[in-house]
């Protein structure tokens, strides 16, 4: 069975268009996030949400919008692609106990097989 | 805030020869950290965690690596290299401050090739 899940697994587009992607994960964890992997294999952190709030959303374009079904699911959707969004986008999941607006537990994070997104 | 960096961006060593991939971190509180190996065209998989327990954590594959608080370091080691060990190695600490609490905070990455 297949932790956490990604599609599409690679994805082609133009310049201007919208595109989503979309991430699942089947083990019962209440935080889920989105990291950017860069061509120079760089890896930073995008959004973070904990039972469907978000609690992380760092200095993305607003272009970018996270949303959050349920717990088990966290797709990211894109407006208006451009050439530097070209990447390799990253689902991770975790469990954490929140306790007001702080991640009191560490419990490592589980990732996702990645899609690469190339915008020509 | 806190950070990691990865000495050397690519370490090359010989299938049987030890590996060592330096990771040094900066942190105000203690740190919880973590390695992860990325294989070609996949995700990344945890290695082995720190997170305040013992000193010396032994992960899968034969990787170790050791908490040295005076150093401020969590350098990954194996014993002896397996061809099969050629991938991409992240350092991590886990933020645990400010807005980016319980994200990870990943080093730069090192390759490792082994060579026959």
């Known amino acids: 069975d297949t932790a956490v899940s990604q599609t599409p697994k690679y994805l082609v587009t133009q310049m201007g268009n919208d595109k989503s992607i979309k991430c699942e994960q089947n083990l019962g964890h209440d935080t889920m996030y989105w990291y950017k992997q860069d061509s120079k294999k760089f890896l930073k952190i995008m959004f973070s949400y904990n039972n469907k709030e978000l609690i992380i959303n760092e200095t993305v374009p607003n272009r970018f919008s996270p949303k959050s079904p349920d717990k088990a699911h966290l797709n990211l959707h894109i407006n208006s692609l451009e050439l530097g969004d070209s990447a390799v986008y990253f689902c991770?999941?975790?469990?954490?106990?929140?306790?007001?607006?702080?991640?009191?537990?560490?419990?490592?994070?589980?990732f996702g097989p990645g899609t690469r997104l190339t915008v020509l | 805030a806190q950070s990691v960096t990865q000495l050397g961006s690519h370490v090359s060593v010989s299938e049987g020869a030890l590996v060592l991939l330096r990771c040094n971190y900066s942190?105000?509180?203690?740190?919880?950290l973590f390695w992860y190996v990325q294989y070609p065209n996949q995700g990344l998989q945890l290695l082995l965690k720190y997170t305040s327990a013992a000193t010396l954590v032994k992960g899968i594959n034969g990787f170790e690596a050791e908490f040295k608080k005076s150093e401020t370091s969590f350098h990954l080691t194996k014993p002896s290299a397996h061809m099969s060990d050629a991938a991409e190695y992240f350092c991590?600490?886990?933020?645990?401050?400010?807005?980016?609490?319980?994200?990870?905070?990943f080093g730069k990455g090192t390759k490792l090739s082994v060579k026959p």
């Open positions: 991770a999941s975790s469990q954490d106990i929140r306790g007001g607006t702080r991640l009191s537990s560490y419990n490592e994070q589980f």
């Open positions: 991590a600490v886990r933020a645990s401050s400010g807005g980016s609490q319980g994200n990870l905070i």
């Open positions: 942190s105000s509180v203690p740190p919880y």
